[in-house]
Each structure stands twice: as structure tokens, then as C-alpha cells.
């Protein structure tokens, strides 16, 4: 009698998580603890996951790519060999990212230095779920020290896939940076190009678009990449690692990552609004002190001048664990004495939009396209305390007390940020707007209805009509009538000049 091997039945480990999104693919990653086959199970309605996509090789780390799906939709899917289901029910989804470009209104999560298997991780991390609520996010992006202490495979374990498996892995498209303990906190750590350099836990665990397929052009490189979230332009960097075969770090400028960031942005300056995130901040008087330390230095001095030049809207890092955000600003590259509000504010107001007290959102448009955000948003996790001469003079805001991540929300041509701190208060918020302020004349004939519509997204007041959306139908008489619309803390207003015509 012939018996047939049997491979024994797998249990799941780790994931499922999602990869390198794009508007008609998914990577979907999970462990098990034996070998087995992969298979997905997907479809656009929860109980008929009528499409499937399988891999023979027997392995423990599965990855298993989605193809030929459809932009902006959903999918529900399982994971499995096969001929077993390991996960998949009606909270096991996904949604496609917009078309690049694609004008809609997106949500980013936002997490930094939150790798410690502690009591204050799980906190964040439950406010942020209770702020998301039934709002779907389209990702979050990570922003370095992703698993302490080393950054290994058996410390991720614990500190970042246990802790985020039920709640934002399986759903949520995840576009990951390195920090230090990522690197171990090894010195002279190469970054991880294939077949030369240095190899560590976080290329292993996570997958990145570097061939330029969630948008962005290609850097071939794991280090650092770009992608698209519909109108939204983001580059992950790596401000730690060095390249093997030049020993440059991110900030000298004639490193392969500062080149590319040079290719990327000079290629992607269509872009509705453009993101930038790493690990260490070129400001900062939290757990690490911005004046002193070399690395925070030279990306001040060096880096972040290419960033400002290509008109970069936000920069976000971690690193020090406190919470740090500046008001618009513009070429504050010397030790934080030498910062003058003055001289380097382009926009005096708090931009907290919120009807306290010069608190007007901060204004882009064709003429006046300069100025960038620099948040420091590196207390998911890790707490620490603050250096004799916190808070940094370039941040508006500061908060070196509680924990909390972050949460980017852009919806056409209006961004807002907000800080999610660990009690679940939202203790610091701005919103930055572009195009808008429109002046328009119309001109059209007598009985023909004219269509007005809001530069702006918001709250909305028009004059010489009761209604309150944001497009409007009007027919004036014969002449001229002029048609104000205004938000709701009077800091936004467009005007339509309508001329009615007999004939």
C-alpha cells in the first residue's frame, strides 16, 4: 500500500499585512509556522470570493500578488494553502488606491518610533482606531524605529505585528521608513540593495515599490521609493543607512538617495500636493536635540534645502519622542538661535482653522508656492524627556507629556493634519489650502442658468443666495451681479462676477 506525504497543517504567525499598493494591485504578506503553499482568495462581495491567485513553492514567508483589480474598490479576501483557510471573513479587506492623480478624499495614518510592545503603544493605537472609526484609511506610512531594541525578526514579532494584526495590518496598505534600531543602531549600516550591502530585519518584513508601480519613478533601491496616493505625492527615505559602495548617507548631496530625490521630484511637480518622510528631524529640542547631533545637522544644513527648493509641502519625522510642529516655513538651515520667526515664517498664522485667533490656513497658489510643514511626530510608542531648551523655537506647537500618531487627511485641494494623542484628544491640528482666494468673471445671455462652484472644501456662505453647498445654480437679471462665497471663519472667500447679456 502506497501512502501519500502529508505536509502538516500550518498555523499562522504572522500577518496578513498589505504591500506596495497600487490603484490595481496588492501584495498580501503572512508567516506560518510550517512549510505550506499560498493562496488568496478575493472578490468584491464577502461571501463570494470568487477569484483566486496561488503560489506552489512551499515556503514560511508568503507573498502573494493581486493583479487586474479595479481602482478605488474594495476587496475581500482569505488567506490559506491549498486546501485550508488560515484568515478571511467579512473584516479581512482591502481597497485599491486611486488613480495617480485622482482628485478624492484620502486618509494617511501616521506612525513613528512605535515598535516597544508597551501600554502607551496600545493606547495610541486604540485612540487612533476610535478616531478612524468607519472611515476607511487608504494607508499608513511608518516613520522609523518600527521595532526596538535591534530591530530584529524576533523583536518585530512582538513589538510590531502582534500589536497591529487586528486592528490596521490587514486592512490598510502599510509604506514603511527605517530608523536606527531598525539598523540595530549598527554603525556604518549599508542599506540593502540586492547582492551587495547590508542585510537586516526590516527589508526582509516589508516590500516596497521601487520600480515606480504606486507611482513616482523607480529607485530600484528598498532604502527609499515613491508613491501616489491620488493627488498626494509621498517619498519614503532612508536618513540612517549608508550605501555601500560610496559610504554617503541621505544628506550628502551627491548620494545616490539625494539624487534620485532630485530625479523624483523634478519629475512629479504636477502633483497636487507632495510628502516627504523620514527618521531624524532637522528640528527638534525633544529626546534628541537638533544642535548637536551630526546626523540632524547635516539635514538641516544640506538635505532639506533640495526639499525646499522642489516647493515640498510637508515633512514628517520621528525619531525624538515628543510631538513637534512649525508653522510655514522657509530657509532656517543654521543652529535653532539663529531662527527668526520674522525672517522665516511665510505665514505668521497657526493655521489650526479652528475660529480662535489668526488661525487662517496656510495659502498656496501659482505665484506663492513656497513654504513647508516640519512635524515631528515620534511618540507612538517611545516617551522620553525633553532637552533643557525644549521646545525647538522654529515649533509652533510642542508636546513632550503624551504619546499620539498622526493623521493626514487631503481632499482636493485642502490638507489637514491632526495629532492624535494618546487620551484621544486631537491637541494639535493644521490645514493648508492651494488655489483658492478665485476671482472669476462670467459672461453669459439672458435666461441662461450659470453653475458657481467653491474654490474650497469646507463650510459655505454665499451672498445673494440662502444655499450653503459648495456649487450653486443662479440666474441673475440683465447686468452685471457679483456672487460671494465665503468659509466659515471668513478666511477663505472667492468671488464670481456674473454679466448677463440681453442677447
Known sequence: MRYRNKLPHPGLLRGPYLQAATSTSMLIRWRTDALSRSRVRYGTTAGNLDKMSSDSALVLDHQVKLTGLLPRTKYYYSIGAFTDTLQGDENNYFMTLPVPGEEGKYRIGIFG???????????????????????????????????????????????????????????????????????????????????????????????????????GVPSNNPAFYSFDIGNIHFLSLDSYGRESKSAYKMYDTLSEQAQWVKRDLEANKNKGWVVAYWHHPPYTMGTHDSDKEADLIKIRTDFIRILERYKVDLIICGHSHVYERSKLMQGHFGPEATFNAKEHNLNQSTALYNGTDNACPYIKDAKNDAGTVYVVTGSAGKLGTPKATYPHDAMFYSNATMGGASMLEVEGNRLDFKWIAADGVIRDQFTMMKEVNKKTKIKVKRGKPVTLTASFNGKYSWTNSPQTSKSIQVSPPVGTTTYTVKDQYNCVRDVFEVKVTRF
Open 113 to 215: 518610533d512605535c515598535g516597544t510592545n508597551n501600554v502607551q503603544q496600545r493606547t495610541v493605537r486604540d485612540q487612533f482606531v476610535k478616531y478612524l472609526g468607519n472611515n476607511y484609511m487608504d494607508s499608513w506610512i511608518l516613520l522609523g524605529d518600527n521595532s526596538y531594541e535591534n530591530g530584529t525578526d524576533a523583536q518585530y514579532q512582538p513589538n510590531f505585528f502582534n500589536v497591529y494584526k487586528d486592528n490596521l495590518l490587514k486592512k490598510y496598505p502599510l509604506f514603511p521608513a527605517p530608523g536606527n534600531h531598525d539598523y540595530g543602531n549598527i554603525d556604518f549600516p549599508y542599506v540593502n540593495v540586492p547582492n551587495r550591502g547590508y542585510d537586516i530585519a526590516y527589508y526582509q518584513n516589508f516590500s516596497m515599490p521601487i520600480a515606480g508601480e504606486s507611482g
